[in-house]
């Protein structure tokens, strides 16, 4: 008689029922453990970053307070200005202004309009003068002198951009000082801020230099005389932001300094200049 052998498939933990009872127990305590310290945070998360050091807060701290602290409308940078109570450079013409040497006004004794050459020059040696050489520069509708090989202006329009408005111009007596050339930085007050230091020849090519001359109202002109921005702006005030440019500009060009009256005038306006 064939004896058939009757086994049954038993499970692992078959016949083992205290190694169950410790995996039960050692599950319990893995999820109570996972609860109280939090579930591991996944690679990228923000708990996988380190955390600030004491310095890396203080740090910060200070950060924030510095920007706390500073004046509302300043720059950020910490760049130092060449000159005293010189304004935040947020514009280049508020840094051309701020860059400019400081120069207290000086005496205007020994000045004479000579001491700058005696009349109109040609510095450029184009065969016409400095004056004639602007109003055709500045007029529109030029017509020229009969003979003199287009250099003597006869007429022309003048768009005045100091007053905005519109000036023909009628070369002869009576009629010629309609429109005058205007030193932007007046010869007096060069001469009381430096040009009294110059040789003969650099006053005349600075009172011939087109960089600072401009053809503009004649009674405006006369008005202005040898005032500096503190005392005399372009009654057109549309034009201000164009002539305090061009007055910083000729006094970078020239190595001028400019006094802390003035200085403040040009700054006022450039800070209305987008």
């Not at 960089?211 to 040898?226: E, F, H, I, M, R």
Request: net charge negative; with cysteine.
């Amino acid at each position: 008689m064939t004896t058939v052998s009757r086994s049954r498939r038993r499970s692992p933990m078959a016949g083992t029922p205290a190694l169950s009872a410790a995996f039960v127990v050692l599950a319990v305590i893995a999820a109570i453990a996972w609860m109280l310290n939090g579930a591991p945070a996944l690679p990228g998360a923000a708990a996988d970053r380190p955390a600030a050091s004491s310095s890396d807060s203080t740090a910060a701290s200070s950060t924030d307070s510095a920007a706390q602290n500073a004046p509302a409308g300043t720059a950020s940078s910490t760049a130092t200005d060449p000159a005293a109570g010189a304004p935040a450079l947020d514009t280049p013409l508020l840094a051309q202004i701020a860059a400019l040497p400081v120069a207290a006004t000086a005496s205007v004794a020994g000045y004479e309009r000579a001491q700058f050459g005696d009349g109109w020059k040609d510095p450029d040696r184009n065969g016409c003068d400095a004056r004639n050489d602007i109003l055709a520069r500045d007029l529109t509708a030029v017509t020229f002198k009969a003979g003199t090989r287009d250099c003597v202006v006869a007429t022309g329009e003048l768009k005045d951009p100091y007053t905005a408005t519109t000036i023909d111009f009628v070369r002869g007596n009576g009629t010629s000082e309609a429109v005058q050339i205007d030193h932007i930085v007046p010869l007096s007050w060069a001469w009381q801020h430096g040009a009294a230091g110059w040789t003969p020849d650099q006053r005349l090519a600075f009172a011939n230099d087109p960089l600072n001359l401009l053809a503009v109202d004649g009674p405006t002109n006369a008005s202005k005389s040898d005032s500096g921005p503190a005392d005399w702006l372009p009654p057109d005030a549309a034009y201000r932001c164009a002539y305090a440019d061009r007055f910083a500009d000729v006094l970078t060009t020239y190595a001028m300094g400019i006094d802390d009256a003035d200085r403040a005038a040009l700054v006022a306006v450039a800070q209305t200049c987008v």
